[in-house]
C-alpha cells in the first residue's frame, strides 16, 4: 500500500474511504511541484492509520 501512496496518492485516499482528501490530493498531485508534496501527505497518512490502529488494539487489551 505504501508503493500505491507514493506512486497515486490520491488513489490510496480514496481506497482508504477519504475523499475529499483524495480528490485534494488529486488536484496537488496534478502539478509536478505538488506531487512529491502528496506523495509524502498520503504515506503519512497511511503510516498514521496504522499507528492509530495498532494503539487502539493495545488499549482494548
Not at 508503493?3 to 480514496?14: E, G
Not at 488529486?26 to 512529491?36: R, V
Amino acid at each position: 500500500m505504501i508503493i500505491l501512496a507514493v506512486l497515486l496518492p490520491w488513489l490510496s485516499f480514496i481506497l482508504r474511504g477519504k475523499i475529499i482528501h483524495g480528490i485534494i490530493c488529486l488536484i496537488l498531485q496534478i502539478t509536478l511541484i505538488g506531487w512529491l508534496p502528496a506523495a509524502i501527505w498520503a504515506v503519512a497518512s497511511l503510516l498514521d492509520g496504522r499507528n492509530k490502529a495498532r494503539i487502539k488494539s493495545i488499549k482494548g487489551n
